[in-house]
């Protein structure tokens, strides 16, 4: 397809999504597709899971997932055991990963946890997977999708005190990787990486603070190291309120994912904006102390404009009594 006809966004990952979600999984990760669905039934309400696809609207329905991507932050005891892991490339880490929650063993962070560790900078990110149905890069399709994808990567993984992020994926995609600012680890600077008996085995790549901010800015990965702390300290509900609110999505859809009622919805929003309100009093200007009737637009409008820029405000934040 001409990249001109597509008309491509990302977009939080639906359940509905998940059955050509699981279709996408890499060769390279050998799990089962209908336990990975399962799984992320669960892990789409999970404060420390984050998945996107990227959707092209030109295509028909069932048909419109392009890409997926999905990561999530680790709990310490398993960041240990990527640190070990990550000596032997060859190690398929995401199987471990995957086995873990399946098995119970890892238990994703809680909302309170996850504050925890970004207050202290000790959030340990890990990419899971990202693929995408065009995987030719000489096509300008693909390139497309890649461009959402990173897009897609920059606004659902920015906002955190990262201490280091982590990724697995094939030789064959590893230059999809390294051109969005993971360091290409030396056994593979010889190439070729996109063809051979070793292109699908599994390769790690990972980056910590120190070394994303020993480059200037610029990169896909390299932005999302940067930080500040969040002003307003947001609940998890409203936090995922405005994460969703983010794509425009229907008050219908909204109140269907945060399993609240319209007049939850509303009560929502009415504290995003008297929280916003105590912090900085000047935040809505003139369009200040009318929180339902004509202002009330204006305030969403006002407060979805500065989350997209300040990622920060969507994640928790918990600093030790």
Same mark, same amino acid.
């Given at each position: 397809?001409?990249?001109?006809?597509?008309?491509?966004?990302?977009?939080?990952?639906?359940?509905?999504?998940?059955?050509?979600?699981?279709?996408?999984?890499?060769?390279?990760?050998?799990?089962?597709?209908?336990?990975?669905?399962?799984?992320?039934?669960?892990?789409?309400?999970? %404060?420390? %899971?984050?998945?996107?696809?990227?959707?092209?609207?030109?295509?028909?329905?069932?048909?419109?997932?392009?890409?997926?991507?999905?990561?999530?932050?680790?709990?310490?005891?398993?960041?240990?055991?990527?640190?070990?892991?990550?000596?032997?490339?060859?190690?398929?880490?995401?199987?471990?990963?995957?086995?873990?929650?399946?098995?119970?063993?890892?238990?994703?962070?809680?909302?309170?946890?996850?504050?925890?560790?970004?207050?202290?900078?000790?959030?340990?990110?890990?990419?899971?997977?990202?693929?995408?149905?065009?995987?030719?890069?000489?096509?300008?399709?693909?390139?497309?999708?890649?461009?959402?994808?990173?897009?897609?990567?920059?606004?659902?993984?920015?906002?955190?005190?990262?201490?280091?992020?982590?990724?697995?994926?094939?030789?064959?995609?590893?230059?999809?990787?390294?051109?969005?600012?993971?360091?290409?680890?030396?056994?593979?600077?010889?190439?070729?990486?996109?063809?051979?008996?070793?292109?699908?085995?599994?390769?790690?790549?990972?980056?910590?603070?120190?070394? %994303?901010?020993?480059?200037?800015?610029?990169?896909?990965?390299?932005?999302?190291?940067?930080?500040?702390?969040?002003?307003?300290?947001?609940?998890?509900?409203?936090? &995922?309120?405005?994460?969703?609110?983010?794509?425009?999505?229907?008050?219908?859809?909204?109140?269907?994912?945060?399993?609240?009622?319209?007049?939850?919805?509303?009560?929502?929003?009415?504290?995003?904006?008297?929280?916003?309100?105590?912090?900085?009093?000047?935040?809505?200007?003139?369009?200040?102390?009318?929180?339902?009737?004509?202002?009330?637009?204006? &305030?969403?409008?006002?407060?979805?404009?500065?989350?997209?820029?300040?990622?920060?405000?969507?994640?928790?934040?918990?600093?030790?009594?």
């Amino acid at each position: 397809m001409a990249s001109s006809a597509a008309r491509l966004r990302f977009r939080p990952t639906r359940s509905g999504d998940l059955d050509e979600c699981v279709a996408l999984l890499p060769a390279w990760l050998p799990i089962e597709a209908t336990r990975v669905r399962t799984l992320w039934h669960s892990l789409l309400g999970e %404060a420390a %899971a984050m998945s996107t696809v990227m959707e092209d609207l030109a295509q028909r329905p069932g048909a419109r997932i392009q890409g997926w991507g999905c990561g999530m932050v680790l709990p310490p005891d398993w960041v240990m055991r990527l640190q070990v892991d990550a000596a032997r490339p060859r190690t398929p880490v995401v199987r471990q990963i995957y086995g873990g929650l399946l098995d119970g063993s890892l238990v994703p962070p809680s909302d309170r946890e996850l504050g925890m560790l970004n207050a202290l900078g000790q959030v340990h990110f890990m990419n899971l997977h990202y693929v995408q149905r065009a995987a030719d890069l000489n096509d300008d399709y693909a390139l497309a999708v890649l461009n959402i994808a990173n897009e897609a990567f920059r606004s659902a993984v920015s906002g955190w005190r990262l201490q280091a992020m982590h990724f697995e994926s094939s030789a064959r995609d590893a230059p999809m990787f390294a051109s969005a600012g993971f360091p290409v680890v030396p056994y593979l600077e010889r190439g070729p990486w996109d063809h051979g008996p070793d292109a699908q085995r599994p390769v790690y790549l990972g980056i910590t603070r120190e070394q %994303a901010r020993a480059s200037l800015p610029g990169t896909s990965v390299r932005h999302a190291f940067e930080h500040q702390p969040p002003r307003f300290r947001l609940s998890a509900a409203q936090r &995922k309120l405005l994460w969703h609110a983010l794509f425009d999505e229907s008050d219908e859809h909204l109140t269907r994912v945060l399993d609240v009622s319209v007049h939850g919805l509303k009560k929502l929003w009415r504290g995003i904006y008297e929280r916003i309100e105590d912090a900085e009093p000047e935040f809505f200007g003139e369009a200040g102390g009318d929180d339902e009737g004509r202002r009330g637009p204006e &305030k969403r409008r006002q407060v979805l404009a500065y989350v997209r820029q300040r990622s920060e405000e969507r994640r928790p934040w918990v600093q030790a009594s």
